[in-house]
């Protein structure tokens, strides 16, 4: 069975400093992983995607995660927080069969002035 | 172009009573899901839609659930008798084809659903 876990629920991050979300794969192979944050009241908002092509994968706003095999880790940065980028985002892997999504907890990003 | 849409935005209604919840996927789009937002659940798949092949009822949570396709486009997404464990942000997504894990999957603003 595939997962993915969020190591952290809430993240707190003052304006301007580097933006590090965790996330953690669980898969029997080679998993396609995806990013999506939820700002309040919204939609979820295709982040990247890693579709095991370049591990390093480049996204929207400046966010950018690497996939590592080693670690089974797919975490999500960005050097300069934004206060826009205050939101709620998911790790996500694609499930086998029908690539139904299989949902991370969440991680609630907070920018602080 | 148009992304996904969802009706009714907000839902309130009465336990044991019957909701419906409406989704217009992205045209030309032949794959749909259902996914459900809760705060003690998160978000979980409920059911998926490809093309003319026979659904994916496997995340239906209870037999109160049902979903239909009709033309391979709008979706409809039936819950009967409400109790109050439904209230749930009910959200809508399509892709492309729905044949290839690296696919993206385009999300509407979901239906916010109340059960008092």
């Known amino acids: 069975a595939q997962s993915v876990t969020q190591l952290d629920s809430h993240v707190s991050v003052s304006e301007g400093t580097p933006v590090l979300l965790r996330c953690n794969y669980s898969?029997?192979?080679?998993?396609?992983l995806f990013w999506y944050v939820q700002h309040p009241n919204k939609g979820l908002q295709l982040l990247l995607k890693y579709t095991s092509a370049a591990t390093l994968v480049k996204g929207i706003n400046g966010f950018e995660a690497e996939f590592k095999k080693s670690e089974t880790s797919f975490h999500l940065t960005k050097p300069s927080a934004h206060m826009s980028d205050a939101a709620e985002y998911f790790c996500?892997?694609?499930?086998?069969?029908?690539?139904?999504?299989?949902f991370g907890t969440g991680t609630r990003l907070k920018v602080l002035a | 172009g148009a992304g996904v849409s969802q009706s009714p935005s907000n839902k309130v209604t009465e336990k044991g009573k019957d909701v419906e919840l409406r989704c217009d996927p992205i045209?030309?789009?032949?794959?749909l899901y259902w996914y459900r937002q809760s705060l003690g659940q998160g978000l979980e798949f409920l059911i998926y839609f490809q093309g003319n092949s026979a659904p994916d009822k496997s995340g239906l949570p209870s037999d109160r659930f049902s979903a239909e396709r009709t033309g391979g486009s709008v979706s409809t997404l039936t819950i009967q008798r409400t109790q109050q464990e439904d209230s749930a942000v009910y959200l809508c997504?399509?892709?492309?084809?729905?044949?290839?894990?690296?696919?993206?999957?385009?999300f509407g603003p979901g239906t916010r659903l109340l059960v008092l």
């Open positions: 045209s030309g789009h032949t794959a």
């Open positions: 996500v892997v694609s499930g086998t069969g029908t690539y139904k999504y299989i």
């Open positions: 898969s029997s192979y080679s998993p396609s």
């Open positions: 997504a399509s892709s492309s084809l729905g044949q290839g894990a690296g696919e993206t999957q385009y």
